[in-house]
């Protein structure tokens, strides 16, 4: 696993989703809500309730034991700092994931990103066999599209006018990986 600069009182794990995960919601509700609340450049917008958030880890569970999602946890003790996710698409797309990535504020920059993002597509690369790898990425996150570059990534799109963010709508990017070519 890749160095993480991060503190030595700082330990963090990066782990498969779990079943046991389920007796967690409350951990996860509380990640996703303070991504929220921070107004990071995510597609959420309102706070989810702990019914919805149990609904989705049991949802995500489900496509993970049916080999259509691989889902990665970063943890620092019982805090969960970040997730990535890559969901196979369905009917004529089943060979296209899409990717989804989020670190918390006070966890960026540290390399956190980067460790989830190697464990995703060293799983995703083994378990769920995709030809491409999809995500959308707002425009004005230059610094994530940076991220995604590194990968390999390349943006094929830019879909005018389709995100909603702090009073303003603007662009969508969109960016693949093509693992045929590897």
Request: aromatic share 6%.
């Amino acid at each position: 696993m890749p160095e993480l600069k991060i503190p030595e009182s700082k330990k963090i794990k990066i782990r498969e989703l779990s079943p046991k995960d389920l007796k967690r919601a409350k951990d996860f509700l509380e990640y996703i809500n303070s991504l929220i609340e921070e107004e990071a450049k995510i597609l959420f917008n309102k706070k989810l309730s702990l019914k919805e958030e149990k609904e989705w880890l049991k949802n995500t569970l489900e496509r993970i034991r049916k080999k259509n999602s691989v889902f990665c946890v970063a943890e620092d003790g019982r805090k969960i700092v970040g997730t990535a996710q890559i969901a196979m698409g369905s009917k004529r797309k089943t060979h296209v994931g899409e990717l989804a990535i989020s670190v918390r504020k006070e966890y960026r920059g540290m390399g956190v990103g980067k460790c989830l993002m190697e464990t995703l597509l060293r799983l995703a690369k083994k378990k769920l066999k995709p030809k491409i790898i999809r995500l959308s990425v707002f425009e004005n996150n230059k610094i994530a599209q940076n991220f995604y570059k590194k990968f390999g990534f390349k943006k094929v799109a830019k879909i005018p006018k389709q995100i909603q963010y702090k009073g303003k709508i603007i662009d969508e990017v969109v960016m693949i990986l093509d693992l045929t070519k590897d």
